[in-house]
């Protein structure tokens, strides 16, 4: 007898489960836009870093070490890390005739012609040596892009008759100022720019 009552029960609960269900109302297919196709975008990535030769001394000679600096015409990087010496994997092999500096030396462009490194107080001249350096350091920094010409209004022409533009000139004469002497370095004098 009591076999009897259990497909009752078991109906009646499904009845009662599907009754409850009535406050959600019954939707068709949703639509949802297209599947995912093709590949997805690569992550973008930094440029990869400037690199500049500085010049060390080997066996007397100068020589091109590779430094990272901010980008082209980052002069200023460039003679931070020349006075910053070799690295200590480089040594003893790499020397340098530059010393050792109290302050980071001040860098600026005086013109197209002449880049001026005003060392800090108390700083001796330097040798003939440490001048080929610090002139062949400049003269391998990767030159930033010269500025466009903008085009004069009213000239659809212009793009088509202009040249490409070329990169600013390395200053040719780099200017050294310490407490009491300056002297001056043509960048022309570096043995060899051919490592950039």
Do not use: N
């Amino acid at each position: 007898m009591k076999g009897s009552r259990t497909p009752a029960l078991l109906a009646g609960l499904a009845a009662v489960l599907l009754t409850a269900s009535c406050g959600i109302p019954r939707s068709g297919v949703i639509e949802a836009g297209e599947p995912a196709s093709g590949m997805a975008a690569p992550d973008r990535q930094s440029p990869p870093p400037t690199m500049t030769p500085v010049y060390f001394l080997h066996d007397g000679e100068p020589r091109p070490y590779p430094r990272e600096i901010d980008g082209p015409g980052d002069y200023e990087g460039a003679v931070r890390a020349l006075f910053d010496g070799p690295a200590t994997s480089e040594t003893p092999t790499a020397t340098t005739e530059l010393p050792r500096l109290p302050a980071t030396p001040a860098v600026t462009t005086v013109d197209d012609d002449t880049l001026s490194v005003r060392l800090p107080r108390g700083v001796p001249p330097l040798t003939r040596t440490a001048l080929t350096q610090l002139a062949c350091t400049v003269a391998g920094v990767p030159r930033p892009p010269a500025p466009r010409p903008t085009a004069p209004s009213g000239t659809a022409s212009f793009a088509a008759t202009t040249a490409p533009t070329e990169h600013p000139p390395t200053p040719p004469t780099v200017l050294v100022h310490g407490t009491g002497w300056t002297t001056t370095q043509p960048t022309t004098s570096c043995p060899d720019l051919a490592v950039r």
